[in-house]
């Protein structure tokens, strides 16, 4: 029997815009003290009217634009309703039926999977249970949410990863959101079933299970590939196919790594959906749509396409436009050069020193500290530095902002390239090591030890290439 | 909120103050013929002797008013004035209950748009209005603290769902008040009220800290004691609000020059207006009305081919109840005090067809049905404007049915209203004016309805009216 699994994900992404989606309050509640963000508008008191938030609608359709989405010229916004105690008016502002936008793509490794819309809507407040009692917190009610839908067009796992790391990674290039699973202001959850293909032939779907509570990456990924096995299980147990009412709510327990259920016959939910009368149509013109999409920078996949062509390997590219911090830092470092080999040693100092020294302080990059002419200045000296010096270099620029030229000549860091001063050091090292010069009559790769050994003496000055030279025409 | 039992000594006998119109009133406090205090403590008195008849008001403010009153600025607009308020909009430090024991005792946190600007411009709020609950009804007999009683017979109706504000003006309770109407809830009440109820264009006062009924159609405004007194107040309630994105984006209305007469306006008068139910003197007094406004210059225009108004009720009442059943869901049980068995018959009635029309598969039938037919009445005034400045008709069939006409009757309301729900569906401005009475001395109400956003010309023709009538003068006995 040939499975394959039908996984669409709906992705929940928290703008983070200074206010609220349809008040002035402060967005902001991830360690706030409760109920302290709040207003008669985001409190669902009597009378409250919601005013949407033009930035948040504006995002909403940056996004749509850099997933490729049609962008809806007329939308409205629409009431869902239904109850829970942290739903403050009894409904939810989102959009159903003409959502900002729509229709959109994303490319996994040339598999593409299909957008069915990016649409704006408001968050919830928050249910905390302690003791027996549930208290509310109103911080996160109202606070704008985009939902991002796709169709189930991913087929396995490690699909979805690709894609939620797409997404995310969009997201955060063009602003909108810090998309962290674990904050919770990326959320998604799964809906999968699978297609089985018996060997006469006949097609079975599974029931669809939606997933909740998913709270990283890897819980995405294991909650899938659980939910696979299960329900192949279960239905070589039951025989129990997909029909319109047995669609389920599953949560994902992290701990037992497993999923279990939570609601069943979803299919019979009615929001009793209809046009929002608060809150007149929103129109986007063909010329403001077009102002947007002039925000939108240069995206990951044209940055990759672009480093490549610079020679740079699909790892360092990859690399470098995993966020817009590091690519903008490295086009800022490269400036106006197109020379590869330019382009490699910075990729390098970016991939390599840099990247380091912030995974040891625990620090963000900080674009204003790189200092293009000093990245320049280090290369055209590069003959002259060792691969120890250079990091060393360009992290007192970093830091210090100091020029690496002058605190290269102040520390003695450039490398001797005098011969006259070089033949006095081989010299010594070919009297002090008979047995390492024995070795080299032998057998010539024996000369590393001996270039050891000037380095030693030199105190790492010596340009190893040239100690080299100077060595093997003296034994000559 | 307790009614103050003694009455302050007042001055030169002025016992009948409360009787003045909001001008009178001003220009009384200018020449400084009596204080705000003697006008407050006037009207509190007026409250205190009648109102137990009546039932106007669901809280009465007493001594904070009388507090406020010391301290009042006459020189502002309605500097020193006795106001009352419908029990929809919200007053910071005042219960507000829509007239629900869902709300009986919720206190607001924040002052309603219409509440800052009247209470800036000096206005004293001497009490809230009673209403049919939630504002569901024409009558107040769905109010949770009993019917309000009309002061030309405590044997009928003061209709609804503003029937507190219109009694305490016709009571002289007060000198001004406001009430809202969704589809006539100002209208009807002034009209079997005798009174002056001015319901501006959908979006011209904002909805910020009213309770929502249907949001697509509630329109705040004024019930007052003249045309004048309500465009005043119009005036200072109207204008952009940052806090409803459905307020019309202009500055403050303000009252156009008037008009010496109406010499080439044309009025429509759409013979659908007068439905064969509809009694014979009301059908008089506004046929008398069209004499006048001709007299007046104006010329009347037959329209006999107007979207028959009951196509609006089967609109309204769809569209109502599922906004209704919506807008109520936050009142949960969670918070203000009360769960929901503390709703009335008529408010579950509500949500429970409101919810049924807006289920999947209803819905296509039902809600978006009356939205296209909405449609349709929006484009019937719009045919209709081509062809006239305004329209007018009588507001209501009848004058005000009697005590418990509503009981047993769910579509009593829209029934009752109606000859104003096309309007309100339209959002169109209207204002209710007194052009008569019956045999039995119940007044009758005309209704002038415009183009949206032309209340200058809803005032114009209201205000030559008045002036050219006695009917606005006639007070009940009580």
């Not at chain 2, 430090?93 to 000096?122: H, M």
Request: charged share 25%; with cysteine; glycine share 6%.
């Amino acid at each position: 029997m040939k499975t394959t699994p039908i996984i669409g994900l709906e992705v929940h992404v928290e703008l983070k815009t200074k206010s609220k989606m349809f008040c002035g309050c402060d967005a902001a509640h991830f360690h706030v003290e409760a109920n302290t963000h709040t207003c008669p508008v985001c409190l669902g008191l009597p009378g409250a009217l919601p005013i949407p938030n033009k930035t948040a609608c504006e995002w909403c359709v940056k996004l749509g634009l850099a997933l490729g989405c049609t962008i809806n010229e007329e939308s409205f916004f629409e009431r869902k309703n239904y109850f829970y105690p942290d739903l403050a008016k009894g409904y939810q502002i989102t959009q159903l039926q003409k959502p900002f936008s729509i229709n959109g793509k994303l490319d996994i490794d040339g598999h593409i999977i299909r957008i069915n819309r990016a649409h704006m809507e408001e968050d919830t407040g928050k249910s905390v249970h302690i003791d027996g009692f549930t208290l509310l917190d109103f911080n996160r009610s109202g606070v704008p949410l985009v939902e991002i839908v796709s169709e189930p067009d991913l087929i396995s796992a490690e699909e979805a990863k690709k894609y939620l790391n797409k997404l995310q990674q969009i997201v955060r290039y063009i602003g909108i959101s810090d998309a962290d699973i674990e904050k919770g202001s990326m959320r998604c959850e799964p809906t999968v079933n699978v297609k089985m293909e018996t060997d006469d032939g006949q097609i079975i779907y599974t029931p669809l299970a939606e997933i909740k509570n998913v709270a990283s990456l890897t819980g995405v990924m294991n909650a899938i590939n659980y939910e696979i096995k299960r329900q192949i299980d279960q239905y070589q147990s039951d025989s129990i196919a997909k029909n319109s009412t047995n669609k389920t709510t599953r949560g994902w327990d992290a701990d037992k790594n497993q999923t279990f259920l939570q609601r069943e016959k979803e299919g019979s939910a009615d929001y009793r959906y209809f046009p929002e009368p608060d809150i007149p149509p929103i129109t986007f013109s063909k010329e403001q749509i077009e102002e947007i999409r002039q925000t939108l920078p240069e995206l990951p996949e044209a940055k990759i396409t672009k480093y490549k062509a610079l020679k740079l390997s699909d790892y360092d590219a990859g690399l470098l436009a995993e966020d817009s911090a590091f690519s903008f830092v490295f086009e800022k470092a490269l400036g106006s050069s197109t020379d590869p080999e330019f382009a490699k040693f910075t990729a390098n100092l970016l991939n390599g020193a840099i990247r380091t020294h912030l995974n040891e302080t625990q620090t963000e990059i900080d674009i204003n500290k790189i200092n293009a002419t000093h990245f320049q200045e280090i290369f055209s000296k590069k003959s002259e530095l060792s691969s120890t010096a250079i990091k060393q270099l360009i992290l007192e620029s970093y830091n210090s902002g100091i020029n690496p030229l002058i605190f290269a000549k102040d520390n003695n860091l450039f490398q001797i390239s005098d011969t006259g001063a070089l033949e006095q050091y081989a010299k010594e090292v070919i009297e002090s090591n008979p047995k390492a010069v024995e070795d080299y009559r032998k057998n010539p790769l024996a000369i590393g030890f001996l270039v050891g050994q000037l380095m030693k003496i030199s105190c790492g000055s010596a340009n190893p290439q040239t100690g080299k030279d100077i060595l093997e025409k003296l034994l000559k | 909120m307790a009614i103050l039992k003694q009455p302050l000594p007042l001055k030169n006998k002025m016992t009948d103050l409360f009787k003045l119109t909001l001008k009178e009133s001003k220009e009384g406090l200018k020449s400084k013929k009596f204080t705000a205090v003697e006008l407050v403590q006037s009207c509190l008195d007026r409250i205190n002797s009648v109102d137990k008849k009546l039932n106007s008001f669901v809280t009465i403010t007493g001594e904070n008013a009388l507090k406020e009153a010391e301290n009042s600025d006459i020189s502002l607009p309605l500097g020193g004035i006795p106001i009352a308020i419908k029990d929809n909009y919200l007053t910071v430090g005042l219960r507000t209950t829509a007239s629900s024991k869902v709300l009986d005792q919720y206190i607001a946190q924040y002052n309603a748009t219409a509440v800052e600007k009247l209470k800036k411009a000096g206005a004293i709020i001497i009490g809230k209005t009673n209403m049919d609950a939630w504002a569901h009804g024409s009558s107040t007999e769905t109010s949770d603290y009993g019917p309000s009683l009309n002061p030309w017979n405590t044997g009928h109706l003061p209709g609804g769902s503003s029937g507190g504000s219109a009694a305490a003006i016709a009571a002289d309770e007060t000198i001004i008040s406001v009430g809202s109407e969704t589809a006539g809830s100002i209208r009807q009440p002034s009209s079997w009220c005798g009174v002056v109820g001015f319901k501006p264009t959908y979006g011209r006062v904002s909805r910020y800290g009213i309770i929502a009924m249907k949001s697509s159609t509630d329109s705040p405004g004024p019930i007052c004691k003249t045309v004048d007194d309500a465009a005043v107040l119009l005036e200072i309630m109207s204008g952009n609000d940052v806090h409803d994105a459905t307020s019309i984006n202009e500055k403050p209305w303000i009252r156009p020059e008037m008009k010496k007469n109406l010499n080439g306006i044309k009025i429509g008068l759409p013979s659908c207006y007068f439905p064969k139910e509809i009694q014979s003197e009301v059908k008089a007094a506004v046929l008398m009305a069209v004499e006048t406004l001709k007299k007046l210059g104006a010329e009347v225009i037959e329209l006999t081919d107007v979207l028959d108004p009951k196509y609006s009720i089967a609109v309204y009442t769809i569209l109502q109840r599922s906004e209704v059943s919506s807008n109520l869901a936050r009142f949960d049980g969670v918070r203000y005090g009360h769960d929901r068995s503390y709703f009335g018959q008529e408010a579950k009635r509500r949500i429970m067809l409101g919810t049924y029309s807006l289920s999947a598969g209803y819905y296509d039938a039902y809600y978006l049905k009356a939205q296209k037919v909405r449609t349709l009445i929006c484009q019937d005034f719009d045919n209709q404007f081509q062809k006239v400045d305004a329209i007018i008709g009588p507001v209501s069939p009848t004058t005000a049915l009697k005590l418990g006409a509503a009981e047993g009757q769910s579509m009593f309301g829209e029934i009752q209203d109606m000859l104003v729900e096309p309007s309100s569906i339209a959002g169109l401005p209207g204002i209710s004016i007194p052009c008569g009475f019956d045999k039995i001395g119940l007044p009758i109400g005309l209704q002038i309805i415009t183009p949206q956003r032309r209340e200058d010309l809803v005032y114009q023709i209201a205000k030559l009216f008045e002036d050219n009538t006695e009917y606005h003068l006639q007070r009940p006995k009580l």
